[in-house]
């Protein structure tokens, strides 16, 4: 087959694509964009959960309509946890980018150990709701919205043990391994962002309400 | 140096052999295995497109079914409870099983081949999106041939679906079906934004991408925020139906009217989703027919988006009739009427482009015509429908059901079928049929026209919607007997259709690349295109690269013996990056199984959820997991 079949235009070579390099960060990556992409639909399904919370509150004279108000405690140090988890997970995120094998493993390690805590502290909290989804409207809205931010919690969780894995076997230095560990942190600032107005709505709501 | 390379593409290999090069690189295996394991956007994008119409004609049957039944009163060819399943099916299959995967398909095949780009992005989620989107569609019509198909309608108001109204499994199902088929469909707008944003080629600035790729873009951008709305609705319709929670249950302080909130925050948006790729279409084949560009890019662009955006705004003129605050509806009804100011400047700028330049009235631009024709009553309709009083009449009455239809079958049926005649020789190499076209355009036209038109009097005369029949002497059975008519025309229109299909692929006049002298890249490429569809990546230096210059301006620097793309920047599409490509892979369709078995197995116990997280979690898995050396070669 020749050029001219394909259209019978003839061709003008115009550059060459052969030295740009092989991988970039941020938003310079495919990957990034993914990110962003499930970030949007999640975020938007949390807002949704978050509006349902509401509308149904409003239905109520008193809310939480004739139950017990959740325990703070485990929910709050929940908070504190995952807002400092920020810096470590800033940190890994810098030294992923500077695509430096030894610190972005140590810094995995510790935030999948963060992750684990976090975890283990969202069981209790669970139970510091005082309420069965089976309750009442109540109920079943506030253990969905933590329900779903436990599912990106452990998503990300499990995302973070098989990246950790992965970090320490012969495919862990190469650029692309980087850019997925540097856009999973970015991943783990949308659990920490998502999680202030949960905690607000779980929390505040009901003794503000 | 590379120019010395051989593995790279440029002009020191001959095309043949370029051409060969390129070929072993991106076949699928041969056979079975081929067609699970291939990545190419192209076979899956025709597959999507089969399904599609699959579903359509099935969607078309039971509407025909329900047609011979509504032919005179009192018929007893279906029974109530049958004629439920039928029009919820219909609606159901006509919304989620094909008119959104339809209009994403021709975003998967099209689009990389209007930017220049070589595969769709994150082709391993694109072949997942299919295998999700196939088991919820089976799921859905399996159902319903084993009796269990579901009865509350497309859009299923509780309590009517709820669990002391709906017992059985048959609204799981349709709920069920409502998270396979939107899953799906936000993997394809996340993989198609990324195409767009960036795998555009060297020099398409957004400034010079064709308004069918910026409608495809707005259409993605709506999936993203209008899908999980469904899915958190409908997820909570299975959690009040199967594990006792209240959300719409009044007695324990949940409310029916969160679910048509939520329903129809996403249903509005969902008929834009629908409408806007439409608008793309209609500006493809407006440009080529007319021979000119578009008239005023920049509004038309800046239209779509703004289409977009208020389409979110408008979701509460569905609920005019539940009583909802006097302030409230006023501010919908505003929305409802602003939103046919940007369609209104795209059809005048259509008519514009028309009007200077020198069209060629061939079929795809007749159906572009009926488009406008149909959807402009359909817009009238529906600017009336936007005031309340009106509404209050009309509601649930026929007059609804012409307005959408005319909404719907002429906003994108039209421009679809128009758009299958214009890229059917892209997609297959050969040309439709004209004279078979044009008796196909003309035979739909009057179909619909016989058959919905009537419908906005019997409406106004009182015939309500989703009524297996009525009694004789109301004055409403001689317009059925004719709308049956109409539906027998739109069948004909529609056996013309295959028929002109199956011909042209046995003995159709042969299309060559651009048949129609249009200006996209698309035309660039052979028909059918190659697996690699570009052998040297092109060069935009302008709007219309193929009007533009007798050469195709190309560069060269992608590897031959590796899948390979360039990334380029978002705004100016500068070149910034060598993007490493997949091999084909059978793990999309392995996890497709894990995530469609469980959502099967949560219509029957929730322990599905929990047990079944364990498969999807070791699939998914295994299709991350790096596979040998190929990728870390590429970053040499």
């Known amino acids: 087959m020749s050029a001219r079949d394909l259209d019978d235009r003839p061709l003008q070579f115009m550059g060459d694509l052969s030295q740009l390099p092989g991988h970039g960060h941020s938003h310079r990556s495919l990957t990034w964009w993914g990110m962003m992409g499930l970030i949007c639909v999640e975020g938007t399904a949390l807002a949704l959960a978050a509006a349902a919370y509401l509308y149904l509150s409003s239905h109520e004279r008193q809310w939480p309509p004739a139950q017990l108000l959740p325990s703070a405690g485990w929910g709050t140090a929940f908070t504190v946890i995952v807002l400092l988890s920020f810096v470590p997970n800033m940190v890994l995120n810098k030294r992923a980018e500077q695509e430096k094998l030894g610190p972005v493993r140590l810094w995995m390690v510790i935030m999948t150990l963060i992750g684990v805590v976090l975890v283990a502290i969202r069981y209790f909290e669970f139970r510091s709701m005082h309420v069965a989804w089976s309750d009442s409207a109540y109920g079943s809205i506030a253990i969905t919205l933590l329900g779903l931010h436990t599912v990106h919690l452990v998503t990300d969780l499990y995302d973070s043990v098989v990246l950790t894995v992965l970090m320490f076997t012969r495919h862990g230095d190469t650029g692309r391994r980087y850019v997925d560990v540097a856009e999973n942190a970015i991943y783990w600032n949308f659990v920490i962002y998502v999680w202030l107005p949960v905690y607000v709505l779980l929390y505040l709501a009901p003794r503000w309400l | ?636």
């Open chain 2, 1 to 636: 140096m590379s120019a010395r390379n051989p593995s790279l593409d440029g002009e020191w290999l001959d095309e043949a052999a370029t051409h060969e090069r390129l070929r072993r690189t991106w076949r699928d295996a041969p056979g079975l295995w081929g067609a699970l394991t291939t990545l190419d956007h192209k076979r899956i994008g025709l597959r999507y497109i089969v399904t599609a119409f699959g579903f359509f004609a099935l969607a078309g049957i039971a509407a025909f079914v329900m047609r011979l039944q509504l032919a005179h009163a009192e018929n007893e060819l279906v029974g109530p409870d049958l004629y439920n399943q039928l029009f919820t099916m219909h609606g159901s299959t006509m919304m989620f099983l094909f008119a959104v995967p339809i209009m994403q398909a021709a975003g998967i095949y099209l689009v990389p081949l209007m930017v220049g780009t070589r595969s769709l992005a994150f082709p391993r989620l694109l072949s997942f999106s299919y295998w999700i989107y196939l088991s919820g569609g089976l799921l859905l019509w399996v159902a319903f041939f084993l009796n269990i198909g579901p009865d509350a309608g497309w859009f299923a108001y509780v309590p009517l679906s709820g669990p002391q109204y709906a017992p059985g499994k048959r609204v799981d199902i349709w709920a069920q079906m409502i998270t396979y088929t939107e899953l799906s469909s936000i993997a394809v707008a996340v993989s198609t934004i990324a195409t767009i944003l960036k795998q555009r080629a060297p020099g398409m600035a957004l400034n010079r991408v064709p308004l069918f790729v910026w409608a495809i873009l707005v259409m993605s951008f709506m999936v993203l925020f209008a899908m999980p709305s469904v899915m958190i609705t409908s997820t909570f319709l299975l959690m009040d139906r199967l594990v006792g929670t209240h959300f719409y249950n009044p007695a324990e302080g949940g409310d029916a009217l969160l679910w048509q909130h939520l329903f129809w925050f996403f249903g509005h948006p969902e008929v834009y989703i629908i409408f806007i790729p439409a608008l793309g279409m209609v500006s493809s084949i407006v440009a080529t027919f007319a021979r000119r560009p578009v008239f005023a890019y920049p509004l038309m662009v800046l239209s779509l988006l703004a289409t977009g955006l208020f389409a979110f705004g408008l979701w509460v003129h569905h609920m005019f009739a539940t009583g909802l605050p006097r302030l409230g509806n006023s501010f919908y009804t505003a929305a409802s009427m602003v939103i046919s100011i940007p369609t209104g400047i795209q059809i005048f700028g259509w008519i514009a482009t028309l009007w200077l330049g020198r069209p060629r009235f061939t079929t795809p631009l007749l159906f572009v015509g009926g488009f406008i024709v149909v959807f402009v009553i359909g817009g009238l309709t529906g600017v009336m429908l936007a005031s309340v009083p009106l509404d209050l009449q009309l509601h649930d009455t026929y007059f609804v059901v012409a307005h959408f239809h005319y909404v719907l079958i002429g906003g994108a049926v039209f421009p679809l079928l128009g758009a299958v005649y214009y890229w059917f020789p892209k997609l297959t190499g050969r040309l439709l049929d004209e004279r078979l076209g044009k008796v196909n355009f003309w035979l739909l036209f009057i179909g619909f026209n016989v058959t919905f038109l009537p419908m906005h009097y019997l409406g106004l005369a009182g015939m309500p919607r989703r009524v297996y029949t009525y009694s004789a002497g109301l004055g409403w059975d001689g317009l059925n007997l004719l709308e049956t008519g109409g539906a027998v025309l739109i069948a004909l229109s529609m056996l013309l259709l295959a028929i002109n299909i199956v011909r042209s692929l046995r003995s159709g006049a042969a299309a060559g690349a651009n048949p129609w002298d249009a200006d996209t890249l698309e035309w660039a490429t052979p028909s059918p295109p190659p697996s690699f569809n570009f052998a040297h990546i092109p060069l935009v230096t302008g709007s219309h690269p193929l009007w533009e210059s007798e050469r195709l301006r190309v560069m060269r620097g992608l590897q031959l013996d590796k899948r390979e793309l360039v990334l380029t920047s978002v705004l100016d599409a500068q070149p910034d990056l060598r993007e490493p490509l997949v091999p084909p892979t059978i793990w999309p369709l392995l996890a497709a199984l894990a995530v469609g078995g469980m959502f099967l197995a949560s219509i029957f116990t929730p322990w599905a959820v929990i047990v079944g997280a364990v498969p999807i979690a070791i699939t998914l898995t295994a299709w991350f997991w790096p596979k040998g050396k190929a990728e870390e070669e590429a970053e040499q």
